[in-house]
């Protein structure tokens, strides 16, 4: 006689519901929680940037008479005025922040890397020191730093010149810090070893084996401090009193501040909001074709 009941046998659950409760919704429909968290905080983040495009369009008349949000039609008008306001200044101001981020976050790359790999592949004492004082300049306030930059660089005479923005932001301890997390990562040791053995001096090492696995890390760096730079204001607003040697933030800041007593700068002051961003959404665009080369390779590896 057969034993099989048919009341015990188990049926598998229907698909997209949940195995205890087959009228359960699936589990997968709680991921409409972070989505909705993920809209609003970009929505938070855009909403400031469609203001300051929509504002960048009219004229002085319609900034304080229109709608918020719809957009006007002296964009050109605005241009033109802020081209041509005291000669051009604020083209300075945008050329002295593109060398002041470009030239101290390639010379802040080019040192993070050097030191990262050097903490990575190398064994000698005090390393372990050295990388926790790094870390611990990474928790520093850059605003806490700023005042005794100024004192040295007032002692050294080099208060109110390039050089007193440029050298503070050559250091960079966030940097150095994913430098040597990359070289440890990107870097293996066996390669190291192996051009050792083939007679590859350190220096010539780093520059044809390491520096090529890196490249990756240093444009991140690059690119971080790049940003960094470029929207200071603090250090810049204490180093320099020259206008002519201010970068764009400490020069629309001036510009604003004019604009108190003179509110028809305002239109000036946000098309030069505008426009500073642009280099920085085309550097973007530019460098993250390194990230997909290094994501497809680490895909190609694993």
Known sequence: MSTTTLGTRRTAPAPGTTPGNPTAPPRRRAAWV???LLLLGAL?????????????????????????????????DNLAELSGYRGGVYWQWMANSALYAGVGALLSAAVSGLTGYALAKYRFRGRDTVFNVLLAGVLMPPITLAVPQYLLMA?????????????????????????????????????????????????RLFRSVALPMMVPGLVTVFLFQFVAIWNNFLLPYIMLGDDHKF?????????????????????LVITGALLSVVPLIALFLGLQRYWRVDLLSGAVKS
């Not at 203001?51 to 008479?65: G, P, Q, Y």
């Not at 629309?252 to 509110?263: I, K, T």
């Open 34 to 36: 972070p989505t909705l």
């Open 155 to 203: 002692k050294a005479g080099l208060a109110d010149t390039h050089w007193s923005v440029l050298l503070p932001s050559i250091l960079s301890p966030y940097g150095i810090y994913l430098a040597r997390i990359y070289a440890e990562a990107a870097v293996p040791d066996e390669v190291v070893e192996a051009a050792r053995v083939d007679g590859a001096k350190d220096l």
């Open 44 to 76: 938070y983040c855009l909403v400031p940037i469609v203001w300051v495009v929509t504002a960048a369009t009219k004229s002085r008349a319609e900034l304080f008479t229109t709608f918020t949000y719809a957009p006007g039609t002296g964009f050109l």
């Open 247 to 267: 970068p764009v933030t400490v020069g629309l800041y001036s510009l604003l501040a004019q604009g108190a007593n003179e509110p028809a700068l305002y239109t």
